[in-house]
């Protein structure tokens, strides 16, 4: 798994990177009320909003962390939201992605790193 300034994490599956929030992101944000997630097939470029999360708190907008396509969302999550808090970095993810370039994965964060980030 590798980790976002931003609080997202990714880690890849079947050729795919799946994306989400951090356990760390998810209790900042307290109570998760709505998720608005991207069209599936949707080409997307690294910082575009991709997700809109809302919670007893604040809206935020989760970044694309790198470039290429969604191919899948987790429908489960807008019936749902509250998986957010419940598994952040489990059953919660927001998308799968294509990546189209594999190089933008290197300024990510291991979890030691990310773990030091938030410390």
Not at 61 to 85: C, F, H, K, W, Y
Request: hydrophobic share 40%.
């Amino acid at each position: 798994m590798k980790f976002t300034e931003e609080h997202e994490w990714l880690r890849e599956e079947d050729g795919e990177m799946v994306v989400g929030i951090t356990t760390h992101a998810a209790e900042q944000l307290g109570d998760v009320v709505f998720v608005e997630l991207p069209d599936e097939g949707t080409t997307v470029s690294k910082d575009d909003e991709v997700v809109v999360i809302e919670s007893v708190k604040a809206a935020s907008d989760i970044l694309a962390p790198v470039d290429g396509e969604i191919t899948e969302v987790n429908s489960a999550l807008t019936d749902n939201p509250s998986m957010v808090n419940d598994d952040p970095q489990g059953e919660a993810w927001f998308f799968k992605m294509k990546i189209s370039d594999a190089s933008q994965m290197d300024d990510f964060m291991d979890e030691a790193g990310y773990q030091k980030f938030i410390g």
